[in-house]
């Protein structure tokens, strides 16, 4: 029997995966939660398998919270539900330990297949995502230090104390175009879109200290 435990701050969401759950016979629901703040202590207790999350509630810090959850004893297994597209939201909370990245429009029964994988100790990737991640050339299975060139991780920590790229240019002694190109570059690797992304994944990886 897979144990789910269901995060979400919506009853309706929440309800609706429980009916959902309740319908197979090797899964059922274990505990609910409608925030964050409190999900190690809560799934522990609850003996759960699996942990179906929303990462847009309360007590949520992106993938900083997945990663918490997963690197305790006895916590589960984690799929991210939510309203994100499966492009680069995804990168940072599959490096964080998430077993699976799931869109809320997806169908039913892809939901539990996630589940089911990930009680299994397997990741979930659906095809669109699987799409993204090759198009981009990112290998999740990279550990995040190993990632970016040191150049590049010199340019994300300008960045993360708000430097301009002219100010990192000086200071590394090179182009602002050059600099632009290792943003750039970096957000290909990362599959970010924006800097605040970059600095957020390299803030929850501890690129930055």
């Known amino acids: 029997m897979i144990r789910v435990f269901i995060a979400d701050d919506h009853d309706i969401v929440r309800s609706g995966i429980k009916r959902l759950v309740d319908e197979f016979a090797d899964l059922t629901v274990c505990g609910e939660a409608d925030d964050a703040f409190s999900l190690s202590e809560l799934t522990r207790e609850a003996a759960a398998d699996v942990l179906v999350l929303d990462v847009n509630m309360p007590g949520v810090s992106g993938p900083g919270t997945v990663r918490e959850i997963v690197s305790l004893p006895g916590t589960p297994k984690v799929v991210v539900f939510t309203m994100y597209n499966e492009d680069s939201h ?13 869109n809320k ?67 590394l002694g090179v182009s602002v175009s050059t600099v632009n190109t290792f943003v750039q570059r970096t957000k290909e690797k990362l599959g970010a879109r924006t800097v605040v992304e970059i600095v957020q994944f390299a803030n929850d990886n501890g690129l930055l200290g």
């Open 90 to 102: 995804a990168v940072g909370f599959l490096r964080a330990g998430a077993s699976a990245f799931i």
């Open 105 to 171: 429009r997806r169908s039913s029964d892809e939901l539990i297949r996630a589940i089911r994988k990930a009680a299994e100790g397997r990741r979930y990737i659906t095809p669109e995502l699987a799409e993204f991640l090759f198009e981009n050339q990112i290998d999740i299975q990279k550990e995040p230090a190993r990632i970016l060139s040191d150049r590049e991780l010199q340019v994300v920590r300008g960045l993360a104390d708000g430097q301009s790229a002219t100010e990192i240019a000086s200071e």
